[in-house]
């Protein structure tokens, strides 16, 4: 679980931070555009953590996340192509595929799941939603970074769990002048 700390498994930890800090951003936005935005830089951000750590059950799903964040900024500009319902199924599909072929354990398969329900609140275009999957997505993560020792996942997925409801306090709940 928690190996001796080298140089690598530091700058690794430095990756997952500078994912975290991409999350915590994306997490605050309003503006879906923006939102996936900051998704995408954190995906990049905990490829690079999860390789060095050599959990490669975490890079997966975010490495497929970053061509599905592409995707999705597409449909945000009402690209046709990228309008088409398979998307999320096709990057559901590679997720699971790839989980298959690099299998260790059944804890390969915690971010597995998390991506599934990432693709899906992404997919539904509306922030709150998004906001409202991220929860139990985050306590996913962190259950596994717990067990290939990712510090700053553990950190991220805990912040990740105060900025979404911070965020749905914020930018969900009804004001008193909303009308039902």
Not at 140 to 165: H, K, L, P, Q, R
């Amino acid at each position: 679980m928690f190996e001796k700390i080298t140089p690598l498994t530091i700058i690794a930890q430095i990756f997952g931070a500078l994912g975290m800090i991409c999350l915590f951003w994306s997490y605050q936005q309003k503006e879906r555009s923006r939102l996936i935005m900051g998704k995408l830089g954190a995906d990049v951000m905990w490829v690079i953590h999860y390789l060095m750590l050599s959990a490669f059950g975490g890079a997966i799903p975010n490495f497929v996340g970053i061509f599905r964040e592409l995707i999705f900024l597409q449909r945000d500009k009402d690209k046709k192509w990228a309008q088409l319902p398979v998307w999320p199924a096709i990057f559901i599909l590679i997720n699971w595929t790839l989980a298959v072929l690099i299998w260790r354990s059944a804890i390969t398969l915690i971010p597995i799941c998390a991506s599934t329900f990432v693709t899906l609140s992404l997919w539904a275009r509306k922030p709150k939603i998004t906001r409202m999957i991220g929860l139990p997505v985050s306590i996913c993560f962190f259950i596994y970074d717990i067990f290939v020792g990712s510090f700053t996942g553990m950190i991220n997925e805990s912040v990740a769990i105060v900025s979404i409801v911070t965020s749905m306090l914020r930018n969900d709940r009804k004001s008193p002048n909303d009308t039902k």
